[in-house]
């Protein structure tokens, strides 16, 4: 019985705390270990089948970090930190996938995804009503003041750390939510619910996202083109407040990335183009300067802190604002193109369930390479993994694919 209990109800637990809360990574890492040797207990030790690929991309990528943090002098220790990290959770995640299925895991987090969308919107109306912020303690994180919108409207941040990482963690379940919509032809609540929190974040690197949906699953003929820029256009209006100053100050400091010097700019603005900055210039430009070493090079590499927005210095340093810039500074260009070639080649265009589910993690990874460099906090290696095991087969299979969207 306890057995059943916990194989049932461990997955919500895991998507829960790693997708949502802000809880150390030590915390989920132990949390993934107990899970992993769960699984060794259960399945016997001798019938552990790891996944070979993961195992060989994270031993190349970690032998070059340790030989480019020693050539650096950066600390070694923190490298074998980072791959500590990513091998617990890449092999946790695959052996959750091996146990339950993309299918079921999938079903897992959109219900999750639903309930903390329900908790969202409790958090909306009582604060429209009352101006009260019933989740102002996110768990893992001191008070958090919700962030608001003109005329009192909050920004849905629900339970997680910020509205962002919120909107970016949902991206599957929007994307889902919308081809359900559209096939069923039925206002189903579930899906209405997730929706309309996403959009009430207001985050944009999320919000992206929704137009290269349009661009990879509807423009097919004339009438869904007109229709789907249609489309486009309303949402980009109704949501021009969150994303259009942020977007022209970045795109009008952007030739100042050969200076460093980002004079009267927004916050986000001057996170993404510093760390980029950094990224670019550390004079280690094809192989990185090594897993978990992009703040020693913020910190070696961009050091006045009179240029610029001064009091904005050392902003994200630690994970370089967006998961593409952390890439590039830590694993270097040669890595990058491989990962986003490896991306490209890996999505799934057919027309069923798994592709759905396929588009809408592909997505969610585009919105993590905008904005969130981290590598398995808030879902990465959830939705990274998600991707994997709804990939494009090469090979021809016989099997016949369930069509049917809502059946999950």
Same mark, same amino acid.
């Given at each position: 019985?306890?057995?059943?209990?916990?194989?049932?109800?461990?997955?919500?637990?895991?998507?829960?705390?790693?997708?949502?809360?802000?809880l150390p990574v030590?915390? *989920?890492?132990?949390?993934?270990?107990?899970?992993?040797?769960?699984?060794?207990?259960?399945? !016997?030790?001798?019938?552990?089948?790891?996944?070979?690929?993961?195992?060989?991309?994270?031993?190349?990528?970690?032998?070059?970090?340790?030989?480019?943090? @020693?050539?650096?002098?950066?600390?070694? %220790?923190?490298?074998? &930190?980072?791959?500590?990290?990513?091998?617990?959770?890449? #092999?946790?995640? &695959?052996?959750?996938?091996?146990? @339950?299925?993309?299918?079921?895991?999938?079903?897992?987090?959109?219900?999750?995804?639903?309930?903390?969308?329900?908790?969202?919107?409790?958090?909306?109306?009582?604060?429209?009503?009352? !101006?009260? %912020?019933?989740?102002? @303690?996110?768990?893992?994180?001191?008070? !958090?003041?919700?962030?608001?919108?003109?005329?009192?409207?909050?920004?849905?941040?629900?339970?997680?750390?910020?509205?962002?990482?919120?909107?970016?963690?949902?991206?599957?379940?929007?994307?889902?939510?919308?081809?359900?919509?559209?096939?069923? +032809?039925?206002?189903?609540?579930?899906?209405?619910?997730?929706?309309?929190?996403f959009f009430m974040?207001?985050?944009?690197?999320?919000?992206?996202?929704?137009?290269?949906?349009?661009?990879?699953?509807?423009?097919?003929?004339?009438?869904?083109?007109?229709?789907?820029?249609?489309?486009?256009?309303?949402?980009?209006?109704?949501? !021009? &407040?969150?994303?259009?100053?942020?977007?022209?100050?970045?795109?009008?400091?952007?030739?100042?990335?050969?200076?460093?010097?980002?004079?009267?700019?927004?916050?986000?603005?001057?996170? #993404?183009?510093?760390?980029?900055?950094?990224?670019?210039?550390?004079?280690?430009?094809?192989?990185?300067?090594?897993?978990g070493n992009h703040?020693?090079?913020?910190?070696?590499?961009? #050091? %006045?802190?009179?240029?610029?927005?001064?009091?904005?210095?050392?902003?994200?340093?630690? &994970?370089?604002?967006?998961?593409?810039?952390?890439?590039?500074? *830590?694993?270097?260009?040669?890595?990058?193109?491989?990962?986003?070639?490896?991306?490209?080649?890996?999505?799934?265009?057919?027309?069923?369930?798994?592709?759905?589910?396929?588009?809408?993690?592909?997505?969610?990874?585009?919105?993590?390479?905008? +904005?969130?460099?981290?590598?398995?906090?808030?879902?990465?290696?959830?939705?990274?993994?998600?991707?994997?095991?709804?990939?494009?087969?090469?090979?021809?299979?016989? *099997?016949?694919?369930?069509?049917?969207? %809502?059946?999950?």
């Amino acid at each position: 019985m306890i057995t059943n209990m916990i194989n049932r109800y461990f997955p919500y637990i895991l998507i829960y705390m790693c997708y949502y809360t802000n809880l150390p990574v030590k915390l *989920e890492e132990l949390t993934m270990i107990i899970f992993i040797t769960w699984y060794i207990l259960e399945k !016997k030790f001798f019938e552990l089948k790891l996944n070979l690929n993961i195992i060989g991309i994270i031993s190349v990528v970690g032998s070059i970090s340790l030989i480019q943090s @020693y050539k650096n002098n950066y600390p070694v %220790d923190r490298v074998l &930190d980072q791959l500590l990290v990513i091998v617990v959770m890449f #092999i946790g995640y &695959d052996l959750l996938f091996k146990k @339950y299925g993309y299918k079921k895991l999938f079903s897992i987090y959109l219900k999750v995804s639903y309930f903390i969308c329900l908790l969202g919107i409790l958090q909306f109306l009582v604060f429209i009503f009352l !101006k009260i %912020d019933i989740l102002k @303690y996110p768990i893992g994180s001191s008070y !958090k003041a919700l962030p608001m919108l003109k005329y009192g409207i909050p920004r849905i941040r629900s339970v997680a750390y910020e509205p962002g990482w919120l909107a970016q963690t949902l991206v599957p379940a929007v994307i889902y939510s919308l081809e359900v919509l559209k096939i069923s +032809r039925k206002l189903q609540k579930k899906y209405l619910v997730i929706i309309f929190v996403f959009f009430m974040t207001m985050s944009t690197g999320a919000l992206i996202s929704i137009p290269l949906y349009f661009i990879l699953v509807k423009f097919k003929n004339r009438k869904e083109i007109m229709s789907s820029i249609f489309t486009v256009i309303i949402l980009g209006w109704l949501t !021009k &407040d969150a994303w259009i100053n942020k977007v022209i100050d970045t795109l009008s400091s952007l030739k100042k990335l050969q200076t460093g010097v980002f004079h009267d700019i927004n916050a986000s603005s001057f996170a #993404i183009l510093s760390n980029l900055y950094v990224a670019l210039n550390n004079k280690n430009l094809f192989f990185g300067v090594g897993l978990g070493n992009h703040p020693y090079s913020y910190f070696r590499n961009f #050091i %006045d802190k009179k240029i610029g927005v001064y009091h904005f210095y050392g902003l994200n340093a630690m &994970d370089a604002y967006s998961l593409l810039t952390r890439i590039i500074s *830590e694993l270097g260009i040669v890595w990058t193109l491989l990962f986003i070639i490896s991306l490209i080649m890996n999505i799934n265009l057919k027309n069923n369930i798994k592709s759905i589910i396929n588009i809408g993690a592909f997505l969610g990874i585009f919105s993590f390479l905008i +904005r969130g460099g981290l590598y398995t906090k808030f879902g990465t290696t959830f939705i990274l993994l998600l991707f994997y095991y709804t990939r494009k087969q090469r090979q021809r299979s016989r *099997e016949v694919q369930n069509n049917t969207l %809502d059946s999950i």
